[in-house]
């Protein structure tokens, strides 16, 4: 069975600095898809970014860009010149390229201070 | 486009009452997902459909919970008799499967159990 664990509940970070959150993952599937998942207070599930496995090259969208090591089965979100409207829940998730179910860790509380 | 459609958007109810939630996914979406997210267990898939036949409900917690999909634009999930532990923000989720399409989550339907 697939897991994803995020080992950190809750991370802080100052307003403007870089902040990166853990997420490792096991699958014995060779072709599937990583994603993280922002679920701020309005409990909306907004997707922050995604990673094709058969890629080496590391998503990035704008601020956020993740470290994708698939020998390692690790999938870290990297966000830029954090913002307070960063402030939120953030999920990471593994889907099977055959299904699209997400299984999703427990996810990370990221506090941004100003 | 207007997103995954939920309703209700909050219920109350008594214990043993029937709950029905309501999920119209996202038109030409051909995979529908409904997740369930507490503060204990965080995101569990419950069920997914794809091309409105049930493929995975292996995560349906017992037989008290049930969901339909009768056609592509619309699911339920039923839960009868609803119990104080049932209490949750209950997710409906759609995709395109097979075109590297992520899922699109509705905004949830929290549902408290008294």
């Known amino acids: 069975a697939q897991t994803v664990t995020q080992s950190q509940p809750e991370m802080s970070v100052q307003e403007a600095e870089t902040v990166t959150l853990s997420c490792t993952y096991d699958?014995?599937?060779?072709?599937?898809?990583l994603f993280w998942y922002k679920q701020p207070p309005s409990r909306q599930m907004i997707l922050v970014i995604r990673?094709?496995?058969?890629?080496?090259q590391n998503a990035t969208e704008n601020r956020f860009s993740v470290n994708f090591q698939k020998a390692a089965k690790s999938f870290s979100l990297k966000i830029s010149d954090s913002q307070l409207g960063d402030a939120a829940m953030y999920f990471c998730a593994w889907s099977s390229s055959n299904t699209g179910k997400l299984i999703f860790g427990q996810g990370t509380t990221l506090q941004v201070k100003p | 486009d207007a997103g995954v459609i939920q309703s209700p958007r909050h219920e109350v109810t008594e214990m043993g009452q029937e709950v029905t939630l309501r999920c119209k996914p996202i038109?030409?979406?051909?995979?529908l997902f409904w997740y369930r997210q507490t503060m204990m267990r965080g995101l569990e898939l419950l069920i997914y459909?794809?091309?409105?036949?049930?493929?995975?409900d292996s995560g349906m917690p017992e037989d008290r919970f049930s969901a339909k999909m009768p056609n592509a634009s619309f699911s339920t999930l039923k839960i009868q008799p609803s119990e104080p532990r049932d209490s949750a923000v209950y997710f409906c989720a759609s995709s395109r499967t097979g075109v590297n399409s992520p899922l699109h989550f509705g905004n949830g339907t929290r549902l408290t159990v008294t």
């Open positions: 038109s030409g979406h051909n995979s």
């Open positions: 990673q094709e496995a058969y890629k080496q």
């Open positions: 699958t014995s599937e060779s072709d599937y898809y």
């Open positions: 459909f794809n091309n409105n036949v049930p493929i995975d």
